[in-house]
């Protein structure tokens, strides 16, 4: 399934959930594994740096390792993360990894991980009400944030109230080092981009509020019927699947011209331009 909407009794709201009525929390969510080339600490260690920087600090980070075979390293790699922000899980067993090579991979790569990291995240927050501001975002381990791009996600969620699902720009590896998409929007209303979303937003940038796609999720090449010719790549498929559904709903959405993020690999080769925009090393 592209998605499924559970229905569920709401139990009343803890401490937890009312404080998240009156202070927004972004649910961080992040899947890895380890490189045949030992580069995954050099890259994590990058992102969870930007995820610190934040200049917006409410947040929580659930990461799924794709059995990261190294425990002890996987688990180090997240130690300057608060204790009471990280919620940290590592398969048993690799998801796509051990199903999948070439550009299969690469459209499902991670998917399986990811799942598992909002399915926690959903059941950790379960008790919310549609009124409580969460908003779930995601950070590819080889990716990295500047220092407002939590903060310039909420101002577009307090400015427009409505919307449900945003995104910034940020470099690309093949967009010869400016900001993807290049196209330029008008930031004074909502619904600002016109046609599909999928092949327009990077994976990082994005945002949107939990309550309205509780029980979305990624799909991964077996999810697919036999007949499909559609594009197959995991994020691209599930930007799409939000798109019908906002439509459908008559649900708002927003896209900031600011850019936030960066990919520092692509298909496993590094972006020889990027890499030092916002954390020199």
């Not at 908003?135 to 381990?141: E, I, N, P, R, T």
């Not at 939590?150 to 940020?170: D, M, Q, Y």
């Amino acid at each position: 399934m592209i998605y499924l909407r559970s229905s569920r009794r709401l139990a009343p709201m803890n401490a937890t959930a009312l404080e998240t009525c009156r202070y927004p929390l972004f649910i961080i969510i992040m899947a890895s594994y380890m490189r045949k080339n030992g580069r995954s600490p050099h890259y994590i260690k990058k992102s969870v740096r930007s995820i610190l920087s934040q200049s917006y600090s409410n947040w929580e980070l659930f990461v799924t390792g794709d059995k990261y075979e190294n425990e002890q390293e996987f688990r180090s790699l997240f130690t300057s993360i608060p204790s009471s922000k990280l919620f940290l899980h590592n398969l048993p067993e690799p998801g796509e990894r051990g199903n999948l090579t070439g550009t299969q991979l690469w459209q499902s790569g991670g998917v399986v991980a990811m799942n598992n990291a909002l399915q926690r995240a959903e059941q950790h927050h379960n008790n919310c009400e549609p009124n409580c501001k969460i908003y779930v975002v995601s950070l590819d381990d080889d990716d990295i944030w500047s220092t407002e791009h939590l903060n310039e996600l909420l101002s577009i969620f307090i400015r427009f109230p409505s919307v449900v699902f945003a995104w910034t720009k940020g470099y690309h590896c093949s967009s010869s080092g400016n900001p993807y998409p290049p196209i330029i929007v008008l930031q004074d209303r909502v619904n600002n981009w016109s046609g599909p979303f999928g092949g327009n937003i990077l994976h990082s940038s994005c945002a949107w509020k939990m309550e309205v796609f509780r029980g979305f999720r990624y799909r991964g090449q077996w999810d697919f019927p036999p007949n499909y010719h559609g594009q197959k790549t995991g994020d691209y498929d599930l930007f799409e699947a939000i798109r019908a559904h906002i439509v459908a709903k008559s649900l708002d959405y927003y896209h900031s011209n600011r850019a936030t993020i960066e990919h520092l690999i692509e298909m496993g080769n590094s972006c020889t331009k990027n890499g030092s925009l916002w954390y020199p090393d």
